[in-house]
């Protein structure tokens, strides 16, 4: 059965296939991408003006269902596939492919791509000379309280005297003038972040799983735009550290976040969506692919 990788410009066919068959100097990357499980191999298919990059796995449909129930199986798996995907990605446009089950024949795998052409065409077209980056702003653990941070209200008086009352208004209005100084570097770091980026998706907030998240982006950012994103970490580092908080940059990725072709409207009103509920969530104070069945 087949895994598909990621999808190539039919143009990119050859580099592919030097980067898998022929590596070596003069080609990129210059050492063997490992297989993605033992006893796999490489197939590059073509399809009109595109070719897939798939893996070919000696499992059949009820071993790979099989492997997949098993948690760390499928996580080796899925970074497996991810690690093919990073390897390539600084040297050839290649738009990827979720990791979502497999096909029993590469004429499965073809006739799905065919009956997805413009949309793969278009997807490349959208990431073609760029890649995906993560910009994290999130509390830094252990960090000392900036000065706008809560402080303790006065423990001389009782609850309900003058002072406590004094204090506990000092309090939350210390709190506010925190939540609102971070409210607008998170701001101020999506307007960069946009200024020097193709695309910008927001991706995370706060949530149960990371309540020290305070933003994420995924950044589309041509190849040739990787020192803006170090000058804005330059800019933006200390700003984040003077509050509290600590950025990180990260990447390159295979651009998931950009995979499908751009829906202008939708974007914008999830965008407007998720900046509201995180916004909404300071005020009251981010991989990787599924793995599922198996298709013909």
């Given at each position: 059965?087949?895994?598909?990788?990621?999808?190539?410009?039919?143009?990119?066919?050859?580099?592919?296939?030097?980067?898998?068959?022929?590596?070596?100097?003069?080609?990129?990357?210059?050492?063997?991408?490992?297989?993605?499980?033992?006893?796999?191999?490489?197939?590059?298919?073509?399809?009109?003006?595109?070719?897939?990059?798939?893996?070919?796995?000696?499992?059949?449909?009820?071993?790979?269902?099989?492997?997949?129930?098993?948690?760390?199986?499928?996580?080796?798996?899925?970074?497996?596939?991810?690690?093919?995907?990073?390897?390539?990605?600084?040297?050839?446009?290649?738009?990827?492919?979720?990791?979502?089950?497999?096909?029993?024949?590469?004429?499965?795998?073809?006739?799905?791509?065919?009956?997805?052409?413009?949309?793969?065409?278009?997807?490349?077209?959208?990431?073609?000379?760029?890649?995906?980056?993560?910009?994290?702003?999130?509390?830094?653990?252990?960090?000392?309280?900036?000065?706008?941070?809560?402080?303790?209200?006065?423990?001389?008086?009782?609850?309900?005297?003058?002072?406590?009352?004094?204090?506990?208004?000092?309090?939350?209005?210390?709190?506010?003038?925190?939540?609102?100084?971070?409210?607008?570097?998170?701001?101020?770091?999506?307007?960069?972040?946009?200024?020097?980026?193709?695309?910008?998706?927001?991706?995370?907030?706060?949530?149960?799983?990371?309540?020290?998240?305070?933003?994420?982006?995924?950044?589309?950012?041509?190849?040739?735009?990787?020192?803006?994103?170090?000058?804005?970490?330059?800019?933006?580092?200390p700003l984040a550290d003077r509050a509290g908080l600590e950025l990180t940059l990260i990447g390159p990725w295979a651009p998931f976040s950009f995979a499908d072709a751009p829906d202008p409207q939708a974007e914008a009103a999830a965008h407007s969506a998720e900046e509201a509920a995180l916004k909404a969530e300071i005020g009251a104070m981010g991989a990787p692919a599924a793995v599922a069945g198996v298709r013909r």
């Open positions: 059965m087949l895994i598909l990788h990621g999808v190539v410009a039919g143009a990119d066919r050859a580099r592919l296939e030097a980067a898998l068959f022929e590596p070596g100097p003069g080609v990129a990357p210059a050492a063997p991408i490992a297989p993605i499980a033992p006893g796999a191999r490489w197939r590059v298919l073509e399809v009109g003006a595109l070719a897939l990059l798939a893996s070919e796995i000696p499992y059949d449909p009820a071993a790979f269902a099989q492997l997949l129930e098993t948690e760390e199986a499928a996580s080796a798996l899925a970074a497996a596939h991810n690690r093919v995907l990073s390897t390539l990605i600084s040297h050839i446009d290649l738009l990827p492919a979720r990791l979502a089950g497999g096909f029993e024949s590469a004429e499965g795998l073809v006739a799905d791509a065919a009956s997805r052409q413009d949309g793969l065409l278009a997807g490349l077209a959208r990431i073609a000379g760029a890649a995906e980056y993560t910009v994290r702003l999130s509390a830094r653990s252990g960090a000392r309280a900036p000065a706008t941070a809560d402080a303790a209200p006065p423990s001389s008086e009782a609850p309900g005297g003058r002072g406590y009352l004094q204090g506990r208004l000092s309090q939350r209005r210390r709190g506010a003038q925190r939540r609102q100084a971070v409210q607008e570097l998170g701001d101020a770091l999506q307007r960069a972040a946009a200024a020097i980026s193709r695309e910008v998706v927001f991706s995370h907030g706060p949530t149960d799983r990371r309540p020290e998240l305070r933003l994420e982006l995924a950044l589309l950012l041509a190849r040739a735009a990787e020192p803006r994103l170090a000058a804005l970490g330059a800019e933006f580092g």
